[in-house]
């Protein structure tokens, strides 16, 4: 949907040059609107100027869940909950902190209508601690998780512990228990 640049708020979507900018704040300059937006294809942060009567693109993406199937090579495929169909990636698709993803778990699809743009994890995973070994810093441990990944855990985690992991940051929330 076209719309006038000066008509832009904090949040939405737009298209610019075959990419998807997600508007994190504006405002007006002599030379037009500054824009400044993250890039929802690889997570940079970009600033744009825009003349003030600019038609830009808006778009509404919707989410849909897909779940995790398997790692083929370098091509990871999923299953569209909804439709059964299977969807087919490169690792530039994922979003970070797909690091602590395994099988069977249902990620977010962002999509522009049919146009699959990022899979986002799960904002928050569960994963068995399956070994343990003190990091170079000393204050905290090293641990591989059932997922094959690793991370640094507080002292206080032992081999078997489930962690609760927040994919976005990559801390330690806590153990499950």
Sequence with gaps: MKMKVNDLRN?????????????LSFEKTDEGLRV???NLQNDLHET????QEENIERVMLTNRDLEYSFLDGDVYNFMDIET???VTVK????????CYVRESDVCKGAYDEDDL???????????KIVSISTSKNGSMLLAKLDNDSQ????SNCREGDTIVIDTAS???LGISY
């Design 48 to 51: 744009i100027t825009f003349q």
């Design 36 to 38: 400044d937006a993250k």
């Design 170 to 172: 990559g801390i330690v």
């Design 151 to 154: 991370i640094e855990v507080p």
């Design 117 to 127: 743009i990022r899979i986002y994890p799960p904002y928050r995973v569960n994963r």
């Design 84 to 86: 059964y169909d299977p």
């Design 11 to 23: 949040g939405m979507v737009i298209k610019y040059l075959e990419k998807y900018l997600q508007v």
């Design 91 to 98: 690792k530039e698709m994922l979003a970070p902190g797909f």
